[in-house]
Nanobody
Framework: QVRLVESGGGLVESGGSLNLSCAAS????????MGWYRQTPGKERDLVAF???????????AVKGRFTISRDSARDSARMTVAMQMASLKPEDTAVYYC?????????????WGQGTQVAVSS
């Protein structure tokens, strides 16, 4: 079992900043990537950003230059905490943000999800 504990989010005015954090723990052989997806009502869950244990990051075009994802310095591929700094927020960033960990256990790989945290940006 993999547990993802999220924190952060909330309400901010347009142009403001928020931070999200997510800690992975549990039965993990290897974390392949960790990151964030977001979802609004009636739409699919979309990738925001992810990072590898080695620190390589990928961002959705919509957030490049505004969001920064980072990982803790422990360099443990079976335990990982990621943080995402969100700056210059726009109303269209409003969504439920879900932490995702793509994990390998016993030769099987799949996604694990956090419970989601609301980010709301007022215009």
């Amino acid at each position: 079992q993999v547990r993802l504990v999220e924190s952060g989010g909330g309400l901010v005015e347009s142009g403001g900043s928020l931070n999200l954090s997510c800690a992975a723990s549990g039965t993990i052989s290897l974390i392949r990537t960790m990151g964030w997806y977001r979802q609004t009502p009636g739409k699919e869950r979309d990738l925001v950003a992810f990072i590898t244990p080695g620190g390589s990051a990928k961002y959705a075009d919509a957030v490049k230059g505004r969001f920064t994802i980072s990982r803790d310095s422990a360099r443990d591929s079976a335990r990982m905490t990621v943080a995402m700094q969100m700056a210059s927020l726009k109303p269209e960033d409003t969504a439920v943000y879900y932490c995702d960990a793509y994990v390998r256990n016993c030769g099987d790989e799949h996604d694990w999800w956090g419970q989601g945290t609301q980010v709301a940006v007022s215009s």
